[in-house]
């Protein structure tokens, strides 16, 4: 008998942390038992590991933007109706094409609203399909606070109309999904938590010992550029100036602050824009400095890493404050605040998180083999 097939959409905007965890739990969806086509709705990213997976790139789409008020096309112009679509038709082909039994959808209705001209037929043309696919979506822990209530119930309703099961993508000892999203508590049993996504299972890096670098990341590095400056100011103000620091910008740092960040460097600093091998380098770090995201702050807990956390925080991001602030007060590494990053701050930082080894917290990070398991169950009861 054929494997279940399985349609997976993601649409990133900005930074690389959507695609990666959707990455993830492709992979663990295949070794599940499901063939799995995904949808890739933003450009592609360079150095990320392709390896087995099914990828159908739509016409990409990326934000113009830390805003995401305006986005922007494959060549870099503000999309119109004609590309929408040129959109909505190639997913609905694929979808089609696909025939899949589970629809699997990354962040909508929760997210992702400007992405409706094409998300609400597709969901519609598999509302129709017979026999039925099932339905899923797919959450991080912590969602952006919505202030407008009706748009809240906009979402609940919109879950509750297409989704057979919605999955957190967190630890509920950590963080329940109502602290940022209260009106989540009317879905009930439809949300399902999965504990957190990571690329490799918590069993797959051994443990190795500590060495002396100090490791900086910003993620993608689209909205990176003022914590790697910081940490070039902060190095000789640590106990660690002497030590070696790698920089590590991200494929989305823009090409002209690369070349800047590259003319400042001094000796024992190394710059380079990805690593794949960013886990393992993790592992044996004697500090970490990074930003707040849902990937490298699941990557820096599984390493065990000493670490500093700045989160990024601009016009009404609050995801990453809030999950930093939740992890810090366990003590499981020092915070920096993006309103109060300095080199000052961020030197005795770093020299905090040196002092001592980070608390303990049993957390759940197994989130991409649990919600394999979740999917490949429903997907053989969607096709029988």
Known sequence: MSRPTALFYVQHL???????RAF???????????DVALA???RPVAGLDRRGLRIHQLPPAE?????????LDEAGRPID????????????????????DLLLVEQFPFGRRAFRFELLPLLDAALARRPKPAIFGSLRDILVAKPDPKRSAGMVALAERYFDRVLVHGDPRVIRLEESFPAAAALGERLVYTGYVLDRPATALPREPRGEEVLVSVGGGAVGQPLLEAALAARPLTRLA???????????????????????LSPGVALERFRTDFPALLGRCRVSVSQGGYNTVMETLQAGARAVIVPFAERAETEQTLRAERLAARGLFALVEARELSPARLAAAIDRADAGPPETLAIDLDGAAASARLLEVAARAARA
Do not use: C, N
Request: proline share 7%; aromatic share 6%; no cysteine.
């Open 14 to 20: 900005l930074g690389i942390g959507h695609l990666r």
């Open 24 to 34: 993830a739990i492709a992979r663990a969806m295949q070794a599940a038992g499901l």
């Open 40 to 42: 890739q709705g933003g």
């Open 63 to 71: 934000a113009a933007d830390s805003s995401f008020s305006v986005l």
């Open 81 to 100: 109706d004609g590309w929408r679509r040129k959109r909505r038709d190639a997913l609905l082909a694929l979808f089609a094409a696909t025939a899949p």
């Open 242 to 264: 002497e030590a070696p620091w790698r920089l590590i910008a991200g494929p989305g740092l823009p090409p002209d602050h690369y070349a800047a960040l590259g003319r400042r």
